[in-house]
């Protein structure tokens, strides 16, 4: 048996045996996995048409079909398709802790079906581009799911980093609402890309990082991170969400996922290691987190009262450990940025921090 005694033994490592699964091509052979480290949106979606067409011929609808039957049911993997898919995913993970190193990352979580355009009403999907803009301009790496909806909202907003009013209003123009994986939600997602950036690649603070997973491979990734570490396990995606946000996580409105998004992370502040700080919660819009608990609605109701009663639970156990001057409910654009510069000024590392092999930096 070999033992590996050290970091670069194990890079090498997962090299080869990255090297041997693609001759074998157990993964499907128009992926590129393993050899471009974390995706671009353009390495996924190589081969789609000006008009969002032929997403069936690109990479990313190849690892859905290999992985799933269909959505919500993944298929029934052999021992080696398993284990290709297990490593593909660890080397993502490392590649992501690389394009992680010395950044400040700060994710945004929310609903995959908040729509684009509203008619009445807060324009949540616009608020979320608002803040993801400001705090990109300001330092921090923006991480998301890589979805649709708020994901793609907080993609943007860092992708229009310096961009003048005029050019945002431009790009809002451009997205009108269409069902998230039709081919008119991509064709007008590269049309707003292309105005932002021409055939350019983002840089700088325009880059950010979505990670998708394959299992809700019907919910496209957007086109408008830089980057995305797509997985095809979403046990492994969900906690790389929480624990490499080193800055903080803001929530927008959301349903099942966020929900254990945010659970997550408590946890993880709940479990704080001696001599690191809890990493901060923003809950954007108090009212739709802190539903009363004998307000319910049922199944029967419509329109769903979708506002969950989720804060009380939050709170009792930022009491029981001594995190709750890590939370903040709010719906003022402003003091959410101004929280989050605040906490990053703090010296003692956080959880993920730690994970980052950032910790002896602070």
């Known amino acids: 048996m070999r033992v590996l005694t050290s970091i670069p033994e194990m890079d090498a490592w997962l090299a080869d045996g990255a ?9 499907p052979p128009d992926l590129p996995a393993f050899d471009t480290g974390v995706y671009t949106a353009m390495d996924l979606y190589a081969g789609l048409r000006d008009d969002g067409s032929n997403w069936e011929a690109t990479p990313d609808h190849a690892g ?7 959505p919500g049911k993944p298929r029934a993997l052999s021992l080696a398709e398993m284990i290709s898919a297990r490593l593909h995913d660890s080397v993502q993970e490392r590649d992501v802790m690389r394009f992680l190193e010395g950044r400040k990352v700060v994710a945004i979580m929310g609903g995959h079906d908040v729509p684009r355009q509203v008619d009445a009403g807060p324009d949540v999907y616009w608020q979320c581009v608002s803040i993801a803009k400001t705090l990109s301009e300001k ?3 923006i991480l998301t799911g890589g979805g649709p ?3 793609e909202a907080a993609n943007l907003g860092a992708l229009l980093t310096g961009a003048d009013p005029a050019l945002v209003e431009t790009v809002r123009g451009l997205l009108p609402n269409a069902p998230f994986g039709s081919a008119a939600w991509r064709a007008s997602a590269l049309a707003a890309r292309r ?19 394959w299992f809700y491979g019907h919910e496209p990734p957007n086109l408008f991170a830089s980057h995305h570490a797509k997985m095809f396990y979403n046990s492994l995606r969900e906690d790389g969400l929480v624990t490499w946000a080193n800055k903080g996580i803001l929530y927008f409105e959301g349903n099942a996922g966020t929900v254990q998004e945010i659970f997550q992370d408590a946890v993880q502040n709940y479990y704080c290691a001696s ?10 819009n108090g009212d739709y987190w802190d539903r009363p608990c004998d307000a319910l609605s049922t199944s029967d109701d419509r329109p769903m009262d979708k506002r969950k009663p989720l804060l009380p639970l939050i709170r009792q156990l930022a009491a029981e450990r001594a995190f709750s001057h890590a939370l903040l409910v709010t719906s003022d654009l402003e003091a959410v940025v101004r929280f989050i510069v605040e906490a990053d000024a703090v010296t003692v590392p956080h959880q993920a921090d730690v994970k980052l092999n950032q910790a002896g930096d602070m």
Request: glycine share 14%.
């Open 139 to 141: 330092g921090f790496l």
């Open 275 to 284: 001599g690191t700080a809890a990493t901060p919660m923003i809950f954007f």
């Open 195 to 213: 105005a932002i950036l021409g055939y350019a690649a983002p840089a700088g603070h325009q880059e950010s990082l979505g990670i998708p997973t």
């Open 19 to 27: 090297r041997v699964l693609a001759q074998l091509k157990l993964l």
């Open 64 to 70: 859905f079909r290999w992985f799933m039957e269909g």
């Open 149 to 151: 909806g708020l994901m």
